[in-house]
């Protein structure tokens, strides 16, 4: 079992910038593929990042792409999204997800959730 718990999230100006945590505990992290997804209201949930075991493989949704970096820190058991020039459109409840498995896969098992955090960006 892997526990998973977000903060950071918040309202923000179009813009403007906002980095996410997620910490994790119950499973060797370092084992872990995390991801980034995030639902907006009405819309289905999407991967926005993901990234292996050692942080040299890292995903990104194209509308994120040179905006948001996924990164972790194996000896504090967390990965964070830091995500720069904000838009309305990224406005969503983001959530933390772990693939057992430690390296990017063509069809990952996102198997443990957080309980997410809100994102909102006015205009």
């Known amino acids: 079992q892997v526990q998973l718990v977000e903060s950071g999230g918040g309202l923000v100006q179009a813009g403007g910038s906002l980095r996410l945590s997620c910490a994790a505990s119950g499973r060797a992290f370092s084992n872990l593929v995390m991801g980034w997804f995030r639902q907006a209201p009405g819309k289905e949930r999407e991967l926005v990042a993901a990234i292996s075991w050692d942080g040299n493989s890292r995903y990104y949704v194209d509308s994120v792409k040179g905006r948001f970096t996924i990164s972790r820190d194996n000896a504090k058991n967390t990965v964070y999204l830091q995500m720069n020039s904000l838009k309305v459109e990224d406005t969503a409840v983001y959530y933390c997800?772990?693939?057992?498995?430690?390296?990017?896969?063509?069809?990952?098992?996102?198997?443990?959730w957080g309980q997410g955090t809100q994102v909102t960006v006015s205009s």
């Open positions: 997800a772990a693939d057992p498995f430690p390296i990017l896969r063509d069809h990952p098992r996102y198997d443990y």
